[in-house]
């Protein structure tokens, strides 16, 4: 079966450190993954999406990054993090032809 | 600019009421619809909508879409204290890129 793994579940980080928040998918191949970011209390942000390894498309420029290593692997990534940086992040997928699946998500806070 | 608008941004109603939430965009390269129930954590599937004017339904929510006017409703009747929780409204584009409107933050008291 088709299922998306995504880790952290929570994450509580100093201003200034790095991150790498991982989103792996299974029982599929050549999925469409996305990473995105939730404020509290609004909606979800697209940050990155990827159509295949190698292919990022950035939307919102800031000081994250995203990289896809392999087929099935998705990386959300920051040298330095700031405050601004605190949200929920979700990653997803879709395999062509198919609906949008999310992962559980990342709470992540920057203090 | 992509453009995802959707209203009311928060709405409380009482058990058995009957609401209804938009949805507007503006986007290039338009190809379907998207809605979502969001509770504690991950967005859950409830709608995809591709053709205008066909309704969609699943128990008490149903869905539609408006190209002409670039909108679509999601509905809900005899709504429950388990309705409450933000709806998500999301075009898809051609390109298989996958964005979301604000949300409306339903809250259904007893």
């Known amino acids: 079966s088709q299922t998306i793994h995504q880790w952290p579940a929570t994450l509580v980080q100093p201003v200034g450190s790095p991150l790498s928040l991982e989103c792996t998918v299974e029982g599929t191949s050549n999925p469409n993954l996305y990473w995105y970011r939730q404020a509290a209390g609004r909606g979800l942000q697209l940050l990155f999406y990827s159509v295949g390894i190698g292919q990022i498309s950035s939307e919102v420029p800031q000081n994250l990054s995203a990289s896809r290593p392999q087929d099935r692997q998705f990386i959300l990534s920051s040298k330095k993090l700031l405050l601004s940086d605190s949200g929920f992040y979700l990653c997803?997928?879709?395999?062509?032809?198919?609906?949008?699946?999310f992962g559980s998500g990342t709470r992540l806070t920057v203090v | 600019e992509d453009k995802v608008v959707q209203s009311p941004l928060s709405l409380v109603v009482h058990e058995g009421d009957t609401v209804t939430l938009n949805c507007s965009y503006e986007v290039t390269n338009f190809r379907s619809l998207l809605w979502y129930k969001q509770e504690k954590k991950a967005p859950t599937f409830l709608f995809m909508l591709t053709s205008s004017g066909i309704e969609k339904k699943s128990g008490r929510l149903s869905s539609i879409l408006d190209k002409k006017e670039l909108s679509s409703i999601l509905n809900i009747t005899a709504t429950q204290t388990g309705d409450s929780a933000i709806y998500l409204c999301?075009?898809?584009?051609?390109?298989?890129?996958?964005?979301f409107g604000t949300g409306t933050r339903l809250q259904v008291f007893p």
């Open positions: 997803a997928w879709r395999a062509p032809g198919n609906g949008y699946t």
């Open positions: 999301s075009p898809i584009f051609i390109t298989d890129k996958l964005i």
